[in-house]
Each structure stands twice: as structure tokens, then as C-alpha cells.
């Protein structure tokens, strides 16, 4: 018989019924199966009923129309309509009460999941109890608390029958199933006083609900996660039924055996029963002996081993191929952190580690986390691994808000995103990257993005983001601006852009080298440009003198400042000169070997170390002239753009966009942070001429100076364009470039016979394209706006000849019309007698171009034309075209200036090359795409084919330019968001945020006849080659110190001398008369005991001349007047000065 209480076991119980120790099953089993079967069959019978009255409505309504089809108002049509709405209402209600969509609904859920949990571990209590027994309810706390939690499941369940649209389905669902089997026998047991242990392991079914809580409570939020959930919880609920179902049969007998079969099992042996049958092992140990239990086990069977050989694999599979990059950053306290996404490559993420973790840096305390769409392949796996203390990997896609919560973006310091540099279709390329701005400034506006774009033109999409900022360190790396900028600075002064990209990366001078030129070189890429306070032991010096006395005693170059002008605007200064004066907390940027040596100008103390002369002794002093304040570790940031058009009271600005400009004047006798204490005088050596213009040494290299002295006129006059210093001066409406009306592009090609003829085709620039009407565009107007700055004479432009596909440049061309002197040749470059037409042996610069054709399968063939291009010139002759000339009296030497006495080393007369015999001796620098490509080049150079780009002979000369070496630029932006300011500023010849807004409007360049505002923006810095064979810095040549040259530069005529461009083939005792080997190579900031020669060129940052257009002017005037028989009327008592040692030109 089934096993029940005993008579003391009832006695105990006290409930006064001898016959307690009965059995009662089958009232429980009824009462659940009589509600169910009830409950189909008055559904059944509603819907039918239901659907007789509508029926039966449908055709009352048919008979109530009239004959024209106008319908008759039924009152009991109506008041059926109006109960039809009233349980829609209740309908609605009920479900929105329960919907998951609403907060309550979601509080219901949990709760109902919560309470049927509970309700299943009060199964698991009871299950140690006989099947049934008696109690007391005012007594039973365990089923008073199950009784309460099934008034809410019959509450629950009655919302949900209401809402359903189905009704019958959702009386026969599953979750209604379990509500039946399990709410009407604990009502029962209350009736009888005793209770069944029956189904209530049904309960273990709203385990399946478990993903759907965890989604409402935002724990499971990828696909794998809530796949895998619903398959462990299907697993688990069919073992813990199954249990329920075994442990029912076995503990209560068969029922046609009077229940005498019954096997005494716990809940748990039963679940140990069903996990040995569903795996298939079997043990044998314990077995169903009763009929029931056999026939469950027999079925059981093939639905379980179908459930646990399906989903066992599939759940073993997904967890072990989970996503191990998909987790959630943990931020350490204390360490901040960046996020770096967009193009993650090998080559892009350690040429950006190599740099942003370089030793020089110090301590780097700060975590890169590198977020990616796909997980990384073994090479950058293996890159990971070697940076694992300072680097993390995540797999997610930016524009999933909950993938950047994962990374922490909100809490990052800065947000990097790179660009594929060798991407098919660059624009597709810049959409997608500010894409990726949007959604990141849509997560978390004040985060700092420094973001890579291929074309110019595109930075103007981002002053579409409102959150967009470039005031508080927002900023883009344009690539097509900075690498046509450095090449283009190349034109002007050759091996420039191989200094500057050697100065914003860092790299290390410890590599050993045989060769002497190799060495110099090298000891010259250690430099970086670094920002450090200056110590108040400077405050009221001018700056030459700071300059002079870091260079001297400090062994640091300073080429700029930076300083508050009020507490939101900063302005830098490159080389200002003498009127500017340093205050406190002024910032220098600085070239040095490392951080550590810039350490030197923040402990200065004029007292303490004075009178020091090893740089190694200047470290921190206690006395009271030493610097208390507190120093940053790092550079700066500066979260208000410099060099922003801001007026500030009492303050006076000339240009806030550039070298030099905002330079603030007195006004009432007020100070300012900067202060003009007028041009130089006798007393710094300085000499003024007659008029009070003061003079300079002629910047001369290499010959250029010949050819910057030509009228400029086009070959042919092609499209008029033939302005000239003393016509009036065309500039664009910012000052900064030289303009001319807009010209079709068939009025500037010249035909191949009338180039050949043109003799003006001399100290030009000739730029090779390859490159059809389907090649994506390079941005040309990037090159040329650095050659058309307006801190050039109109006479020093030099001309710019195109050789390539009309198509191809016609696609460009409304960004170039308004430039003065460009002309195109609708030729080849491969083609020898198009570049003999275009004089290519007289120019002063060969540039070869590569275009966006990356559709290649070999990388090693993508720069396949400008390699033959550049082997083609090399192997030409110009064999008519070598000539010395000679100058008796020399324009470059001042008439104030005293007569230098010559040397043995010094030639008596100036000589200067008009042209090249062979085309290896034609200056050119050729641009790669892939960096391995550069052993090309130089088919002599003894460069290993490993060898970085950085230390091949080509890259060295200044040669070849790689668009690689601008991945460095994103980790010196973030430490110092001012250093893309001031490259930008020597780089783009003065590209403006007013420019770039301007240019965002699509009308191209605007311009007309300058205005005195927009002459003034033309006074400031440029870089320039300085030759010592010759000119007033010829007593340095063969034997002097660089550093004697450094203070004579900066001193007397306010040259910044930054490096040296020296041949690399240049025995001692050469005579320059000879023909020296073309190849030179840079030297950036040589010590102060460096021996210089003859023939060596000087890097310096020189100011504008405005006092040639002065004089021009002047004479014009002087020439008018005597015509008309006038005086020249007496010059002004209070002459006035520029600010960079000129004539004002607002004057």
C-alpha cells in the first residue's frame, strides 16, 4: 500500500480524523484535470456562442440598411459595440499590466519567476515527507507561504488569460498547464486538511524563463550567452521533471497493485537516475521497479539521450569557443586609459605602440585598450603578448553603445581611431571613420577623439557633430594634408620633411654604424620635440636670449612658446624675436634627446647654477628662486585650442592662426604676457639701413636663389597669370596664400614643342602623376598651398608643372584654379621627351607621386611607377645643360653689411649650378606606398632589404617620403595636443580653422586685392636653406662650430637654426668648384661643437621680408612723383616697427 503517516505519526498531528492515514490522491488528480477539461469546453462553448451572435448581428445589420445604403441606428447594436470597447479597455490593461515593455510588467516577471523558484523548493523540502500527509494550517509556516505564493499565480494567470487574444491556446499552453496541476490541489488540501506531494514539481518548467529574466535585468546581452542559457535551462528542466516524475511512481506504487510496489527513493536518487539514463551509462545500481515508472523510463529514454546528444555538444562547443575578447574592462584605480579603433592592423597598432611606449617617454602610465570588430590574427596576438602589461584587446564594433560600455569609453582620457592609409576609395574610408566619431560623441560627448582621415576635404563633415570640439582637444590627422605638406616643404628646402617626420617620432640613436654619415645622421634622429615649462629663472628675458642660453648652457633647442593669454586662450610662437618676453608659466617646445634632458629648463635656476658647465649637475635646487609649483609628468594638455581668433582685452593680435601671430602688444602702459620692446639695434648687432628696414643674410640653397629671382612668369603667359610684386597683391580673403581669379583648366596646359622653347621652365617644380579619369583623387590642392603661402614673395613662387592624364588632374583642378603659376602637361612621366620639355634637369624639385591604387594583389607592386619613373630620370643625360655661372656682385650680400675677407676654402665669386649633366643629380624625392620598396631607389646604397625606412640611405637624403611615418603624429597629439597645431603651422604654409570653414562651403578659395588685415597675416615664419659657402655666414664654412653659428643666426639676424643638410660624399679637402655627388643627409640639431664645411646647407626658421615689398612700392611711388615734378615728402618723426624687425606694412 503507498506509503502514508502512521497512526502516531497522525496522532501527532492532532487533526482528530482516525481515517487520516487513507489515501486521497485522486480527489487532487481530479480536481486539476476537471478544471482543465472544464475550462476547454467552456471556452469552446463561449467562441461558439460568440460566434452564432455575430453571425446573427452581421445579418441584422444587412436588413437594417435602407435601399440607398444608408446604415439605421440599432440601440442593441450599439450597446454591443460599447461593451465590445469596454473589454478591449480591459484587454489593454491587462496587457500592459503584465508586459515586459513596462516597469510593473517587468516587476510581475521577476516575481512570478522569483515565487515559482521558491514553490519548487518547497517541493524539494516536502519531498522528504510521505506522498501525502496531514497537518495544520495554522501551524504549517512552509505551507501558508506556498498557499500565498499560488494566490499569486492564480492572479497572475488570470491577467494573462484576459490579455491573450487566444484564449483556448493560452488555456492549453504549458505555463497554463503547470498552474493547474499545481494551484487547485493546494485549495484542495486546505478542504481535506492534508496535502499531496502530486505534480508540484511542474514548477521546475518556469526554470525556462530564467534567459527572459536575465535579458529584462540587462545580464545576458549577447546572442551566444542567451542561446547557451536557453539550452542549459531546457537540459536542467527536463532532468528535474523527469526526477519529479520517477520519484511520484516509484514512492506511490502502481495503482492496480493496490500501490504494494513502492520503492523508498529520495528526489535526489531519482535525478542521479535520470542524468545515468540520459548519458547512457546506465550503472544498473538503482532501476524503476514499478509499472509506471518502467513505461516513463522506456519513453524517457529517446527523449532524453535526443536532448543530451544534441544539446551537450553544441552547449560544450560554444562555451569553449567563446568570444574570449568579448568581456568588460576593468579600470584600475588610479591609471587612465585610451581606447584606439577604427583600421587594426599589424603594421598600423605597433608602429603606433613602437612610438606611444617609447622609453624616452618615461613612464607611460597609461592603459591602451585596442578595439576591434574581428578578433586578431596570430601576428597581432603576438604583438599583444609583448605589451600585455599596458595593453588589452576587445572584440565589438563602435557603433554598438553597449559594446563601447564594455570598454569603459565614458571614463577613457582620449578615443584614437586610424585609418587604412591604403585604402581603395579614401572618402568611403573617412565616412566610415566619422561614423565612428558620431557614435562615440553620441555615447559620451567630452571625450577626446583624435581621428586619422585621408582627404582635406573631409574635415569639414566633422564641424557637422555638435559635440565636435577643437577647443577641448578634438583634433584629426589629415593624411593627404601632412603628407603632401612634408613634401611639398621639401620643395623649398630638401631634407626638411625627413627632419620633421624624425621629429615627431620617436626613435632611438643607440644603433651602432660604420659609416660616418650614419652616425651624424643618426645621432640626429634621437632628437624629439618635447614641451616643458621654463623656470622663472627666464622670466623677462627676451626670447633669442632664452634661446641662446638653452642652447649654450642647457644643451636644448627652442624653437617656440606657448603661453596663456587669459585663462581660455593660448598662443604659440614660433621664433618670435626679441619683443616677445618670457613670462611665468610659459611652455617651450623643445628638441632633445629625451624627456629627461627637457627636465633641464623647468630646474634652471640662475643663482644655483650659474656658473655650472656640465648639463648632467642641473636638477632641482632649494633655494628661493626655484620653481614650487607643481609640474606635470607629461606634457601639458591644453584644452583650449591655441591659436584661436579670440580678442582679449587690452591685447592687440596681428594673425592668431600662425607662426608668430598673436602677438599682443601694450596699450595704456597695461602689461601683457607678451611685450614689444621694438626691433633690434646696435647694441645686438643688428644693423638698420637707411630707412629703417633692417636686413638679412640672402637665403640662398643650392642656387634656388637664381631662380626665385626670375619675374615667375608661366611658360607662355599660359592663363595670364602674371602678377608680380609690384602689382597689386592678390591674396585669399585670410592672408595666408596668394591668389588669382579662377582659370579654366585648358588655359594652363602647354603643349610638349611650346615647353621645350620656353626658357622661363627654370627653378620650377615638377610634379609626376600616375593616374586615369577613374583614379581616386590625392588631394593636389595640399601640395600646393604650402608652395603658395603668402610669406613668399610673388617673385619667389615657384612655378608648378603637372605632368600626367588631363583627366585625372581635371578632377582636382576646383581645388587648384586659384592658385597663381600652375601649369599642367598632358603627358606621361615615364615619357623622356615630356620631361625633357618640361626642363626637368633646371628644376629645383622633382616630385613623383603615387595614386590610390591599391587593387593589387603583391603590396610589393603597388609602387611599381614611381620606382620606373624615378629610374627613368636617374638614368637620363642633360648633356648641353651644365654651366657655372658667375656673379661679380652677388644680390644675397647687404650694402650695409661689411665685406667678409675670403679664405683659401672660399671662392672669390659666387658660383651656383644652373642645371644637372646626368639625371642622378636632379633633385627629387619620390613617394612609397610600401616602405620595403625604398632599396629600389638607389640601386648603389648598401641598405639591407630589412633595414627600417627610417635609416635607409634614400629616407636619410630626404629623397623618399612614406606615409608610414605619419602614425606617429596620433600618440604625439594626444601628450601634446599642441604639437599638431605647430607642425601643421611649418607643414600646411598657414591652414586655418577660418580657411578649412571656408573651403567647407564648396566654392572653393576666395580672394581679391590684399587689405592691410590680410598683409599683416603674411609676417610670419618659414623654413628656408641657408648655404654656408658664401654670404655673410661664410667665416663659419670649413672649421667653425655649429654652435657659433647658432648664437650669430639667432642674435644679430633672428635665424633659428634647427639642422644641417650635408653631402654625404664630401672628402675635406674637396674643392666646390667640382661637381659633388647629389646625395645629402640630414642632421638635425647638431651639438654646439660640430665642425661645419663649406659646402654644408642650414636648416632655419626665418621671418617674412616686408621690406622688399616696401621698397618696391616706394620706388613705384618715388618714380610717379618725379615724373609729376613732386617732393617726396619727409619721413615721420615716430618711425614705427614691425614687430618682426620690418616696416609695418599698416603703418
Not at 157 to 170: G, M, P, T, Y
Not at 799 to 828: A, Q, R, T
Request: aromatic residues 10%; contains cysteine.
Amino acid at each position: 500500500m503507498m506509503k502514508n503517516l502512521t497512526e502516531e505519526e497522525c496522532e501527532e498531528t492532532n487533526c482528530g480524523k482516525p481515517d487520516c492515514y487513507e489515501t486521497y490522491w485522486w480527489y487532487f488528480l481530479c480536481s486539476s484535470l476537471g478544471v482543465f477539461i472544464s475550462g476547454i469546453v467552456v471556452i469552446a462553448l463561449v467562441q461558439v456562442i460568440a460566434q452564432c451572435i455575430a453571425n446573427r448581428q452581421e445579418q441584422a445589420a444587412d436588413g437594417n440598411r435602407n435601399v440607398k445604403g444608408v446604415m439605421v441606428a440599432d440601440p442593441k447594436t450599439a450597446t454591443s459595440e460599447e461593451s465590445m470597447n469596454w473589454g478591449t479597455e480591459v484587454k489593454d490593461w491587462a496587457a500592459g499590466l503584465i508586459s515586459a515593455q513596462t516597469t510593473i510588467g517587468k516587476v510581475l516577471v521577476v516575481a512570478y519567476f522569483l515565487m515559482s523558484m521558491g514553490s519548487y523548493f518547497f517541493y524539494l523540502v516536502d519531498s522528504y515527507k510521505p506522498v501525502e500527509w496531514c497537518f495544520d494550517l495554522k501551524e504549517d509556516r512552509l505551507f501558508q507561504t506556498d498557499l500565498a505564493f499560488n494566490i499569486f499565480f492564480l492572479l497572475y494567470f488570470i491577467l494573462r488569460f484576459v490579455a491573450n487574444q487566444e484564449k483556448l491556446w493560452c488555456w492549453v499552453s504549458i505555463a497554463s498547464i503547470v498552474d493547474f496541476f499545481t494551484i487547485p490541489p493546494i485549495f484542495v488540501s486546505i478542504v481535506l486538511g492534508r496535502t499531496w506531494i502530486g505534480l508540484r514539481f511542474l514548477r521546475a518548467l518556469r526554470l525556462m524563463q530564467l534567459s527572459e529574466v536575465l535579458q529584462f535585468l540587462r545580464v545576458l546581452k549577447t546572442s551566444n550567452a542567451i542561446k547557451v542559457t536557453n539550452m542549459l535551462t531546457v537540459f536542467l528542466t527536463v532532468m528535474l521533471t523527469a526526477a519529479g516524475v520517477i520519484h511520484l511512481v516509484e514512492n506511490s506504487g502502481d495503482p492496480w497493485e493496490n500501490f504494494s510496489n513502492t520503492q523508498d527513493l529520495s528526489y535526489f536518487t531519482c535525478l542521479y537516475v535520470v542524468v545515468v539514463t540520459m548519458s547512457t551509462v546506465g550503472y544498473g545500481d538503482i532501476y524503476a521497479q514499478t509499472t509506471c515508472g518502467r513505461c516513463f523510463m522506456t519513453f524517457f529514454i529517446f527523449g532524453g539521450l535526443a536532448i543530451f546528444a544534441s544539446y551537450t555538444p553544441e552547449i560544450i562547443e560554444i562555451i569553449s569557443s567563446r568570444n574570449i575578447y568579448g568581456g568588460v574592462y576593468t579600470k584600475e584605480g588610479g591609471k587612465k586609459h585610451i581606447v584606439v579603433c577604427g583600421h587594426i592592423t599589424y603594421d598600423s597598432v605597433s608602429n603606433f605602440l613602437k612610438d606611444f611606449l617609447h622609453k624616452d617617454r618615461e613612464d607611460v602610465n597609461v592603459e591602451i585598450v585596442i578595439f576591434h570588430t574581428v578578433e586578431p590574427d596570430l601576428e597581432l596576438q603576438a604583438l599583444f603578448k609583448r605589451y600585455f602589461t599596458q595593453l588589452e584587446f576587445f572584440k565589438g564594433s563602435v557603433l554598438n553603445s553597449l559594446d563601447l560600455d564594455r570598454i569603459k569609453l565614458a571614463e577613457a582620457d582620449a578615443c584614437i581611431i586610424l585609418c587604412d592609409k591604403y585604402c581603395t576609395d579614401s572618402d568611403a574610408e573617412d565616412a566610415a571613420n566619422i561614423m565612428r566619431v558620431i557614435s562615440i560623441k553620441n555615447c559620451c560627448a567630452r571625450i577626446r577623439v583624435i581621428v586619422q582621415l585621408m582627404q582635406y576635404h573631409n574635415k569639414a563633415y566633422l564641424l557637422n557633430i555638435p559635440s565636435w570640439n577643437w577647443q577641448q582637444g578634438d583634433d584629426v590627422i589629415c593624411v593627404a594634408e601632412l603628407k603632401l605638406g612634408f613634401i611639398a616643404q621639401s620643395c623649398l628646402a630638401p631634407g626638411f620633411s625627413t627632419i620633421m617626420a624624425n621629429l615627431f617620432a620617436m626613435r632611438s640613436n643607440s644603433e651602432g654604424s660604420n659609416d660616418l654619415w650614419q652616425t651624424d645622421y643618426l645621432n640626429g634622429c634621437g632628437n624629439e620635440m618635447y614641451t616643458e615649462y621654463l623656470s622663472r629663472s627666464f622670466t623677462g628675458m627676451t626670447f633669442p636670449e632664452v634661446t641662446r642660453l638653452c642652447f649654450d648652457k642647457l644643451k636644448l633647442l627652442l624653437i617656440a612658446v606657448e603661453t596663456n593669454v587669459d585663462s581660455e586662450t593660448s598662443t604659440i610662437a614660433i621664433n618670435p624675436g626679441p619683443h616677445v618676453k618670457i613670462q611665468d608659466q610659459t611652455l617651450g617646445f623643445f628638441i632633445a634627446d629625451s624627456a629627461l634632458e627637457v627636465k633641464r629648463a623647468f630646474y634652471y635656476c640662475r643663482s644655483c647654477h650659474g656658473d655650472i658647465r656640465e648639463v648632467a649637475q642641473i636638477k632641482q635646487c632649494s633655494c628661493d628662486n626655484a620653481n614650487k609649483r607643481r609640474r606635470n609628468t607629461y606634457h601639458r594638455r591644453i584644452f583650449s585650442r591655441a591659436s584661436i581668433r579670440t580678442p582679449v582685452k587690452g591685447l592687440k593680435y596681428t594673425n592668431q592662426s600662425e607662426v608668430g601671430e598673436s602677438i599682443p602688444l601694450e596699450e595704456n602702459g597695461n602689461s601683457s604676457v607678451l611685450h614689444e620692446t621694438g626691433p633690434y639695434d646696435s647694441r645686438m648687432g643688428r644693423r638698420k639701413n637707411r630707412r629703417g628696414t633692417l636686413t638679412f643674410p640672402d637665403l640662398k640653397t643650392n642656387g634656388m636663389s637664381q631662380h626665385q629671382s626670375s619675374n615667375g612668369s608661366s611658360p607662355s603667359n599660359k592663363g595670364q597669370d602674371t602678377n608680380s610684386e609690384s602689382d597689386e597683391i592678390l591674396l585669399d580673403t585670410t592672408g595666408m596664400f596668394h591668389w588669382t581669379p579662377s582659370r579654366p583648366i585648358h588655359s594652363t596646359v602647354v603643349k610638349r614643342e611650346e615647353a621645350a622653347k620656353d626658357p622661363s621652365l627654370n627653378g620650377h617644380v615638377v610634379v609626376c602623376l600616375f593616374g586615369d579619369k577613374d583614379t581616386p583623387k590625392v588631394g593636389l590642392r595640399n601640395f600646393v598651398m604650402p608652395l603658395r603661402a603668402s610669406n613668399f614673395h610673388y617673385h619667389e613662387l615657384k612655378p608648378i608643372v603637372f605632368i600626367g592624364n588631363l583627366e585625372f588632374i581635371s578632377h582636382e583642378w576646383d581645388m587648384l584654379k586659384n592658385f597663381p603659376k600652375v601649369y599642367i602637361l598632358n603627358g606621361s612621366p615615364l615619357n623622356r621627351a615630356d620631361l625633357r620639355a618640361v626642363n626637368v634637369h633646371l628644376c629645383d624639385m622633382c616630385v613623383i607621386l603615387s595614386t590610390n591604387n591599391f587593387s593589387v594583389e603583391d603590396q610589393s607592386l603597388q609602387d611599381k611607377e614611381t620606382i620606373l619613373a624615378s629610374l627613368n630620370i636617374k638614368a637620363m643625360t642633360f648633356d648641353d645643360t651644365v654651366s657655372i655661372l658667375q656673379d661679380k656682385t652677388p644680390d644675397f650680400m647687404p650694402s650695409v653689411l661689411p665685406p667678409i675677407p675670403s679664405s683659401p676654402h672660399q671662392p672669390q665669386f659666387a658660383r651656383e649650378r644652373c642645371g644637372s649633366m646626368v639625371g642622378a643629380n636632379v633633385p627629387m624625392i619620390t613617394e612609397l606606398v610600401n616602405d620595403n620598396n625604398v632599396q629600389f631607389l638607389d640601386q648603389d646604397d648598401d641598405d639591407d632589404p630589412d633595414t627600417e625606412l627610417y635609416m635607409t640611405q634614400p629616407y636619410a637624403c630626404g629623397t623618399a617620403f612614406a606615409v608610414s611615418v605619419l602614425d606617429s603624429l596620433m600618440s604625439a597629439t594626444y601628450f601634446n595636443d599642441n604639437a599638431l597645431t605647430l607642425i601643421r603651422t611649418l607643414i600646411t604654409g598657414g591652414a586655418t580653422p577660418e580657411l578649412e570653414q571656408i573651403l567647407a562651403e564648396g566654392r572653393g578659395m576666395l580672394g581679391g586685392p590684399a587689405s592691410p588685415e590680410t598683409i599683416a597675416n603674411r609676417d610670419r615664419c618659414r623654413v628656408a636653406q641657408l648655404p654656408l659657402y658664401e654670404g655673410s655666414f661664410a667665416t663659419y664654412a670649413d672649421g667653425g662650430m655649429y654652435g657659433d653659428l647658432f648664437v650669430e643666426a639667432i642674435k644679430n639676424y633672428g635665424m633659428l637654426c634647427f639642422g644641417l643638410y650635408r653631402f654625404r660624399d664630401n672628402p675635406p679637402t674637396a674643392d666646390i668648384t667640382e661637381t659633388p655627388s647629389a646625395k645629402r643627409y640630414v642632421i638635425t640639431n647638431p651639438p654646439y661643437e660640430f665642425v661645419l664645411k663649406s659646402t654644408d646647407l642650414v636648416f632655419c626658421l626665418v621671418h617674412f621680408d616686408g621690406g622688399n615689398q616696401q621698397k618696391t612700392k616706394k620706388k613705384k611711388k618715388r618714380s610717379k612723383r618725379n615724373k609729376e615734378g613732386e617732393k617726396p615728402p619727409p619721413p615721420p618723426q615716430d618711425m614705427m616697427y614691425h614687430h618682426h624687425q620690418h616696416l609695418n606694412p599698416m603703418a
